[in-house]
Nanobody
Framework: QVQLVESGGGLVQAGGSLRLSCAAS????????MGWFRQAPGKEREFVAH????????NYADSVKGRFIISRDDAERTVSLEMNSLKPEDTAVYYC?????????????????WGQGTQVTVSS
């Protein structure tokens, strides 16, 4: 079992920055690759970023590439999402997720564990 708890969401003006954190617990959490997803009101949950088990490979949605950075610290059991140059369209609930399937996984259906989400609101 892996438990995930997100934090760091909030209200920020367009152009600002936020750093989301995901605290992971569970004996084998370091063997999972990790992802961030988001869901805006009335929309499907969408892929944001993914990081491999080693942390050496990352993947981003085109909409956030160059603005967001995903990282992991297995010693601290955390996964972070640094979000810069935020836009109103980034407003959503952001979810951290863990997946045991190898590779860079963008399909939410393949993820095994999910956090409860943290709200990010970007004002114009």
């Amino acid at each position: 079992q892996v438990q995930l708890v997100e934090s760091g969401g909030g209200l920020v003006q367009a152009g600002g920055s936020l750093r989301l954190s995901c605290a992971a617990s569970g004996r084998t959490v370091s063997t999972y690759s990790m992802g961030w997803f988001r869901q805006a009101p009335g929309k499907e949950r969408e892929f944001v970023a993914h990081i491999s088990v080693s942390g050496g490979s990352t993947n981003y949605a085109d909409s956030v590439k160059g603005r967001f950075i995903i990282s992991r610290d297995d010693a601290e059991r955390t996964v972070s999402l640094e979000m810069n140059s935020l836009k109103p369209e980034d407003t959503a609930v952001y979810y951290c997720a863990a997946v045991y399937v190898p590779g860079l996984i963008t399909d939410a259906a393949l993820y095994d564990y999910w956090g409860q989400g943290t709200q990010v609101t970007v004002s114009s």
